[in-house]
């Protein structure tokens, strides 16, 4: 039991903010702890191992289209864009077609640097999400779906037979 949880009592209703709240903060906690590894490990903060992780995926990319995959601001990405060119992990350079499109590409000390890297979730989590049934982990992506869109204000349209 969670030594900062109060303690259930029988009978009593649970409000679901509270425990909302509660497991929110334990997940903010694990992805502190994994951020600190991961720096610990390989001198990168999580924003720069997911904005290579970006590039990587995307190919020769845009700071626009590196923020939608990321999901991070258009400024957030180009200062880590900013930080990770100078450490030789990305290069940029402006398009031939259109001067005022600058693409970035990643470099092979970026992607030696992803190569080495451990995964963001850790294997514990890995192994234990894929322990669960198929139905289970597609409920658990869709109520995170959910709840990352309510956090960051998006309008989410009533599905069929709720209440909204």
């Not at 425990?19 to 903060?25: C, E, H, K, T």
């Not at 700071?63 to 939608?68: D, K, V």
């Given at each position: ?27 903010a ?28 995926a995307?190919?020769?990319?845009t ?6 995959d990321?999901?991070m ?86 599905t ?5």
């Open positions: 039991m969670d030594a900062a949880a109060p303690p259930e009592r029988p009978g009593r209703l649970i409000d679901p903010t509270a425990s909302l709240v509660r497991s929110m903060r334990k997940i906690q694990a992805i502190d702890v994994r951020s600190r590894e991961i720096a610990r490990l390989t001198g990168l903060t999580l924003p720069q191992l997911i904005v290579l992780q970006s590039v990587r995307l190919g020769e990319v700071t626009q289209a590196i923020s939608r990321a999901s601001s258009p400024p957030t990405v180009a200062a880590v864009l900013d930080k990770l060119e100078a450490r030789g992990m990305v290069e940029r350079y402006r398009s031939t077609l259109d001067r005022r499109v600058v693409h970035t590409r990643l470099t092979e000390a970026g992607g030696a640097a992803l190569e080495t890297s451990p995964g963001l979730l850790g294997a514990g989590f890995i192994a234990a999400f894929a322990a669960l049934p198929l139905q289970t982990r597609a409920e658990v992506a869709g109520s995170l779906d959910v709840l990352a869109a309510l956090m960051v204000g998006e309008a989410l349209s009533p069929p037979g709720s209440d909204g």
